[in-house]
């Protein structure tokens, strides 16, 4: 579950020093006729490449922590990936298994504890004393010692993983989910009984020889887990969200079988579907029944719906398109502006009427080197009172804080980057998750560990009034606004 720790009262309160403290901001920022041109200027691209290593940012984002990988995660091969939070743990993902930070001090992150249980990608999220891993890769059984196996043979497992972390420096492993072509990712939806969580279980890449994964594969799996009783956890219901077939694919984009990434915004009933060639938006008032409210398609620009990410309202949503599979280097003039980027749509209409309108395309505004694989990937909003910014990674392209409220117009507001890891041949790295939370950025870097950054900038003080208990980006919460 996801809430402010702050009681009602301390709420209203909280919303009385904002204004407060806005108001204050003004009168110092105002003494040109116009506060936002007295803002700093926007962060600019810079004029070179950085070098191998190399850190570049604008001024108002720094680093001020690392924790490189550790053993058995230290391999170029042990991919960092996905992230959650809960209270002062930062729980990071690896295709080897999964880490356990202590960030009570941001400047300062512990490791405290590291599981190793292979399974590409290990896409994670917790909640209460559970947590959940995605296998996305076949293996010889479902336990933390098995091997790779074909998914062609018939006893290879994937799917779900359930941990019991009580014991945040023990976790233990107390129940698997087999689930059709497996976990690429998985998206927690908290039921409304608070009985039971849900979780909406993406894949893709059916094949005729793989028995547990066969076409047509246009549906997600649904797994329900009792939050006393999680080892009663069971897959029930697979809804096919294609009926009619998703986008049968072309040279530039795609053919949808299957998703590879749903954001939920529980709270308003609703989910943002990133299903390879398709974009779609979900009804998801019954939990155990998401219903497809409307489709949409980008056949000029985009090649891989990859994720999502709604406004605080819900009423516009940031897919991205990886281009590449992020392995690529497309973050140049080659490729351009419009591909591999996000592309921001308002949400118009109401009920079973609403639509989704294309409003831009947002990519950052630097060039970077042919060895750098970068492109549009994992980021979460910024709860910022009465505007819209997020946070993104950019793979080696680094991080990127933008603002959306304009649909038509974003911009970059701060950026932090690496140089290549290599000048001379190109090596998976970069940023794969950066998500905001509780006042500070934490990325978790495909080769270099956890970053912790810090972001002083007067457009995005008030995101300090909002604590969450817990933050899982897939399962955006909604926070206080104007």
Known sequence: MIKLITPRLRQIRIVSLAAAGLLLTSVAVATPSNAQEAAPPAAAPASTIPGVDEIRSSPNLR?????????????????????????????????????????????????????????????????DNLLFVSTDSSRSDDSCASVAQPASVKESWEGMKIFDISDKANPRYIKSVETACGSHTHTLVPGKDRKNVYLYVSSYSPRAEFPDCQPPHDSISIVKVPVKKPTQSAVISTPNLFPDGGFPGSETGSATAGCHDITAYPSKDLAAGACMGDGILLDIKNREAPRVITQVRDTVNFAFWHSATFNNAGTKVVFTDELGGGGAATCNETVGPNRGADAIYDIAGRGNSRTLAFRSYYKIPRTNADTENCVAHNGSLIPVL???????????????????????NPKEIAYWERGPLSATEAVTGGSWSSYYYNGHIYSNDIQKGLDVLELNDWRTWTANLTRFRELNAQTQPSYLSW
Request: some cysteine; proline content about 6%; hydrophobic content about 35%.
């Open 63 to 127: 680093q001020i922590a690392n924790v490189p990988k550790q053993a058995p995660f230290d391999t170029t091969a042990a991919l960092n990936s996905d992230m959650a939070f809960q209270g002062k743990y930062a729980f990071a993902g690896n295709y080897n298994g999964f880490v356990i930070y202590d960030i009570s001090r941001p400047s300062a992150p512990k490791i405290t504890s590291q599981v190793n249980c292979p399974g590409s990608q290990n896409d994670i999220s917790v909640y």
């Open 386 to 408: 009465g505007r819209d910014i997020m946070v993104q990674a950019w793979y080696q392209g680094g991080i990127s804080v933008w603002d959306f409220t304009d649909s038509r």
